[in-house]
């Protein structure tokens, strides 16, 4: 290891310790505060765990994969996230239903397959409020499905990851279940809105445009910036990859008019005014801009995409 991001290292202490002393001195006085509290951590956690997987707190991968390696949010398996948002980042890819994991638009033969309610739900999805609520039900049921067809098929390194997750979840539920809280409440008033919070900043990272660089936002000032650790700036990031989270608040305030050109002016000041524009209305069309052609023997498409 040439060197280790310190500040890094602290915020996964910060996270596991803030979590860990909800459960075992909040919980019992003030539940609500406690659970509140749990599911920032949880959120905080879900941006720790994409710190990571790019290379940080050290250059030793297995190191960081421990450093984060007890699942706050119970769902996603580190190394199955590490290889579905790796291949996210091909910024050619972006937003393309096919080829990018991480993409919610759907390819017209893929939607016209659909049930109509399910078609449906996705354009509730596709705003602002639909996307917090609907969004980790539809992502978590859509993930899982999709990988439980790869672990049928055998495909490399992903019996391995889930077994490797598995084994990471057993302290997690075992200490949960020591606190005395219910494993349905955590799901509920944890994992839920743990990622609800995460949908906010993944809701409208990306978009269809002709220019790769033009598919990935900025937000330019957010109270969420230390939970979503800077990732609202996310074209620096997706530029950038190898920078620390703390880094890219001056990495964007250098050069500002240049990211904006970058990304042709794909910017909100705030996530208020996300909200003000799309808490009810779709910010994207379910159906994928360009790609709507109908393959001539189409896989079936899961659900929904993760939202991590």
Not at 63 to 84: D, G, H
Not at 183 to 196: E, F, I, N, S, T
């Amino acid at each position: 290891m040439r060197r280790i991001e310190w500040p890094t290292v602290a915020l996964i202490a910060g996270c596991y310790g803030v979590w860990a002393i909800c459960g075992l001195w909040l919980w019992p006085v003030a539940p609500v505060s406690a659970l509140c509290i749990m599911a920032a951590m949880a959120a905080l956690h879900s941006s720790l765990v994409h710190e990571n997987l790019h290379g940080h707190p050290t250059r030793n991968r297995h190191v960081n994969e421990a450093l984060v390696t007890l699942p706050l949010s119970l769902i996603y398996p580190y190394r199955r996230y590490q290889a579905t948002h790796l291949a996210h980042h091909h910024d050619a890819r972006l937003t393309d239903p096919l080829e990018d994991p991480e993409s919610w638009y759907k390819a017209r033969w893929q939607h016209d397959r659909m049930p109509p309610l399910i078609q449906s739900l996705l354009v509730v999805n596709n705003t602002l409020i639909g996307r917090m609520v609907l969004g980790p039900v539809l992502g978590s049921i859509g993930f899982v499905t999709s990988e439980m067809q790869l672990v049928r098929h055998n495909a490399r390194g992903v019996r391995r990851a889930w077994g490797l997750h598995l084994a990471s979840l057993a302290p997690v539920l075992a200490l949960i279940w020591a606190l005395g809280i219910p494993l349905w409440l955590y799901v509920l008033a944890v994992v839920w809105p743990a990622l609800a919070l995460i949908s906010i900043r993944t809701f409208a990272e990306h978009r269809w445009h002709d220019a790769p660089e033009g598919r990935t936002i900025i937000v330019e000032h957010s109270p969420l910036a230390w939970l979503f650790l800077n990732n609202n700036l996310h074209i620096v990031h997706h530029q950038i990859p190898a920078a620390p989270w703390y880094a890219l608040p001056r990495l964007y305030s250098e050069r500002p008019a240049h990211w904006q050109a970058l990304n042709h002016g794909y910017v909100y000041r705030n996530y208020w005014q996300m909200f003000r524009a799309h808490a009810l209305r779709p910010k994207e069309p379910v159906v994928h801009p360009v790609l709507q052609q109908h393959p001539a023997t189409p896989a079936p498409a899961p659900l929904g995409k993760q939202a991590a």
